[in-house]
């Protein structure tokens, strides 16, 4: 299983920008697709951008325009460049992984906080 660990998360305004990182251990991540999802306080887990080993991408409605996914195979890290937040941006991230062929997410970063407020 591959171990992801989330960073840059933190208290930003609305309007500003925080870029997460996600680092992945293991030797699969180039052929991997990787995630973000957040939760917010009693809301459910949402999907908020996927990335493709091949690079493609695709976003929540919500955050179109304002994010963007990226990822750096040579190290083994995928980011999520975040623009014009907003306060109801604010939840917990959360890294994941799986490999192209498989159903479900395998593997979960611990998440990292991410608050905007004025």
């Known amino acids: 299983q591959v171990q992801l660990v989330e960073s840059g998360g933190g208290l930003v305004q609305p309007g500003g920008s925080l870029r997460l990182s996600c680092a992945a251990s293991?030797?699969?991540?180039?052929?991997?697709?990787m995630g973000w999802y957040r939760q917010a306080p009693g809301k459910q887990r949402e999907l908020v951008a996927v990335?493709?080993?091949?690079?493609?991408?695709r976003y929540a409605d919500s955050v179109k325009g304002r994010f963007a996914i990226s990822r750096d195979n040579g190290r083994s890290t995928v980011y999520l460049q975040m623009n014009s937040l907003k306060p109801e941006d604010t939840a917990v991230y959360y890294c994941?992984?799986?490999?192209?062929?498989?159903?479900?997410?395998?593997?979960w970063g611990q998440g990292t906080q991410v608050t905007v407020s004025s």
């Open positions: 994941t992984q799986k490999t192209a062929w498989a159903a479900d997410w395998i593997s």
């Open positions: 293991g030797s699969i991540f180039s052929i991997s697709t």
């Open positions: 990335i493709t080993s091949g690079g493609s991408t």
